[in-house]
């Protein structure tokens, strides 16, 4: 069965300090899909990125950078230059044939998230 | 482009009543999925749908069900309420509903159960 551990459940930072999110995850597939999505307190799941098991390589977006490390299953995540606006709750998703009755279906198992607080 | 809706946004109900919760997915989608999220966890899968059939359910009670219709837009229906069924409802659309495929979410539906 796949897992999702977020292992940090609340951060909190002073405005424009770095910050790396945690995430570790468990499969038996060798093809797989992690994902990072941002929800702000209205409760909306705010898409990040989408990284696929056989592309390590690490990725840059703006501010956001993501560590891809399948040798120990994390997936972890950078906001470099925090700021206030940042402040949210930070999930790591993975997606992973369910295979259900014959057909399939892609369910994402999510961690249980990171609160991070940006403080000015 | 419009993202994903879904109605009502809050919704009060006592134990033992019934819920219907609403969808519309992103226009091109046609794979709709459900997903519970209690007050401090990450969302749980419910069900997937995929041109109206249901592609897989997570473990959820029997009360629970959905429907996709031919506008790819879906219902979640729960019964006999319980107060543990108090949590937010997340709508996420896709194109097919594949592994590699971004799953968008919609705003949710909070529901209290009393």
């Known amino acids: 069965a796949q897992k999702v551990t977020q292992a940090q459940t609340e951060i909190s930072v002073v405005e424009k300090e770095d910050v790396t999110l945690d995430c570790v995850y468990e499969t038996r597939d060798t093809t797989y899909y992690l994902f990072w999505y941002k929800q702000p307190p209205s409760g909306e799941l705010v898409f990040l990125i989408r990284?696929?098991?056989?592309?390590?390589q690490n990725e840059i977006s703006g501010r956001y950078s993501w560590n891809f490390q399948k040798s120990t299953s994390s997936f972890n995540f950078t906001i470099t230059a925090s700021q206030v606006v940042d402040s949210a709750v930070y999930f790591c998703?993975?997606?992973?044939?369910?295979?259900?009755?014959?057909?399939?279906?892609?369910?994402?198992?999510f961690g249980k998230g990171t609160l991070l607080t940006v403080n000015p | 482009d419009a993202g994903v809706t879904q109605s009502p946004t809050h919704l009060i109900k006592t134990r033992g009543q019934h819920v219907t919760l609403r969808c519309s997915p992103i226009?091109?989608?046609?794979?709709v999925s459900w997903y519970q999220q209690v007050l401090g966890q990450g969302p749980q899968f419910i069900f997937q749908y995929y041109e109206k059939e249901e592609r897989g359910r997570g473990n959820f009670p029997d009360r629970f069900s959905a429907r996709q219709f031919p506008n790819y837009s879906s219902e979640l229906n729960v019964n006999a309420l319980l107060l543990g069924d108090s949590a937010l409802y997340l709508c996420?659309?896709?194109?097919?509903?594949?592994?590699?495929?971004?799953?968008?979410f919609g705003p949710g539906t909070r529901l209290l159960v009393l």
């Open positions: 990284r696929n098991s056989f592309d390590e």
């Open positions: 996420a659309s896709s194109l097919s509903g594949g592994p590699a495929e971004t799953q968008y």
């Open positions: 998703a993975l997606s992973e044939a369910q295979g259900n009755s014959g057909g399939s279906n892609y369910k994402l198992t």
């Open positions: 226009s091109g989608h046609k794979s």
